[in-house]
């Protein structure tokens, strides 16, 4: 066993989100392509005789006193499955995603934790055995478990890999509003405008951006009518000269940007910095997860 080990717990953007009215059973049925960046959380696991949990960062503010939090919540479950009372671990969250932004921060926290435990703890457990474990979390959970570019429907929780997702170069944009989950349902079920359709697939790599410019985030109307000032982040986004795509990311509130190169997404996020906004430059597709 190492004395330390940091994973990356990458942001997830869902590059279109298609969302039918909701079944009898409360669930949504959605089909989307997620893809994940090369920045998020960090999660940093070192030797202690019991289990502690501890929260950092710029974000680890809001998280403070959550008795539910979702990194907790998986291993718990871990445990639960290995028959144990404690891991010996002390698990630290660097949070520096903002908090209900619709890019997965918490569901992807904890897939990273249930990656690091295994590691860590050299329990040998399959990634079969840790996607069913990271369904405790909600039906994003095996996905964030994978952090890899996926095709998502049912209500989630089925997935298909997507190789074929070339690199996209991006920018995200937070306006510093959270965008809560449950709010932005209700307003979609108050006028359910959309389906759980899966579009043709994409024939070239290098037409990507054209593709996606044809689908949906059938959650952002909803989004607006519930934060109404993420437009202004759409809107500035949309004014950069380079930026080929502009949506938003599941829930909201953050939004991205896709552009041709990593150069123009950096000159773009240098031109959208503002106090109070959040802006990242990044790559999407499937990041490097071990950081040491």
Known sequence: MTDTL?????????LYLHVAPVRGDGYHPLDSLVAFADIGDRMT?????????????????????EGDNLVVRAL???????????????VTLDKRLPIASGLGGGSSDAGAALRGANLFLELGLSDPVLE???RVIGADGPMCYRARPAYASGVGEVLEDAPDLPVLHAVLLN?????????VYRAYDARPE????????????????DWLAQQRNDLQAPALSVTPDIAEALETMALIPTCRLVRMSGSG??????????????QAALLLDRPGWWVRPTRLGAPQLHLG
């Open 6 to 14: 940091t994973l990356l717990a990458p942001a997830k953007v869902n």
């Open 45 to 65: 696991f070192e030797k202690a005789d019991s289990f502690s949990f501890e929260i950092t960062g710029p974000f680890s503010q809001t998280l403070h006193g």
């Open 76 to 90: 718990l479950a871990l445990a639960d499955h290995l028959g144990v009372e404690d891991l010996p671990m002390a």
């Open 132 to 134: 069913e474990l990271a």
């Open 175 to 183: 306006p510093g509003l959270p965008s809560p989950t449950g709010a």
């Open 194 to 209: 959309g389906k759980a359709d899966r579009p043709a697939p994409f024939a070239k790599p290098e037409a990507i951006i």
């Open 253 to 266: 509130a953050t939004v991205f940007g896709l552009f041709d190169s990593a150069e123009d997404a950096l």
